[in-house]
């Protein structure tokens, strides 16, 4: 059966308690969750139009006040958005893009910690990380906000784009669904500031965006195979996938590692050295990896990793006389 605006209110206010509103509850009292009278008296509604909400027989609600009926029940913004919806309404956003991470998404973030993998913002800003991610892409924690946009580093150039997002894929596929990202939330959020002066910036300084932009790309993130450039173990060559989380405008971006592989280890060192050792200075560097003997290893497209990675050949990193 489908939930009604009326079964999701008797839902919220059955489990929240008096102590939640900062109240006593009498003994005696037989009702678990707050009553009719304490939600109308708290939302600033009559006891009956409350009733008739919750049975149906009061239909369009106005925005204040189901508004009103979120803030007394204390609903977190995703429940806030769906009370908007089942009353017929939009819900309604403040106009900027939140930085808000979900509790599920922050979940499997630390479910997560062994694969680089980060959550981003609508305008590809990164908000949070697992320690695998800093330990193969560098640690954004000393970056500022505006240097963890990942939109900017990808669309940088030369020995400063290469430190900024040490990331190599051929073609136009990534800046293309970049520039495609960036459209969209545009039309959601016309007038969040950082969002409309990165959009001005980067079609003034990089004529690679501008011309994407004017054209209309138009870009989907398909599963893909990208090198990662490493300075102390070197190439790092992953699966890179984008994940959508429904609800929200936050993006989950995953590289992970065929079992097994060179790639693997070279991880498993970053992984558990973490960039720096015990006391701060840099680790020993790893065993020599070699140069491994499977140059026709298939990709997913059906071409081979060294055509992913245009023809590069892996260099073996050499420990420290």
Known sequence: MDETLGTALRRWR??????????????GRRAAGLRREELAELAGLSVDYVVRL??????????QVVASLARALRLEPEERDHAYRLAGLLPPHDGTISTRVPA???RMLARLGDLPAGV?????????????????LGDPGGRTHTERNLVRAAFASGPRGLAAWPVRQDGD?????????????LVTYP????????????????ADFARLWDEGAVGLHASVRKTVVHPRVGDVVCDCDVLTVPGCDVRLLVYTVAAGSLDAEKLEFLRVTNGVGADGSPPPRPRPFP?????????????????CRGGARRTPVEPIP
């Open 120 to 136: 981003f913002s609508a305008d590809w800003t990164l908000l949070s990380w697992t320690p695998a991610w800093a330990a193969l």
């Open 173 to 185: 596929i990534l800046h293309s669904a970049l520039v495609a990202d960036l459209r969209a939330a």
């Open 291 to 307: 140069v491994p003997s499977r140059p026709d290893r298939p990709d997913r497209s059906g071409g081979t990793a060294a055509a």
């Open 54 to 63: 919750e049975q149906g027989r009061a239909r369009n609600p106005s925005a």
């Open 104 to 106: 599920g998404v922050q």
């Open 14 to 27: 059955d489990r929240l308690s008096p102590v939640d509103i900062g109240r006593t509850a009498r003994p």
């Open 191 to 206: 007038h969040d500031r950082g969002l409309v002066e990165l959009v001005e910036e980067l079609r003034s300084t990089r």
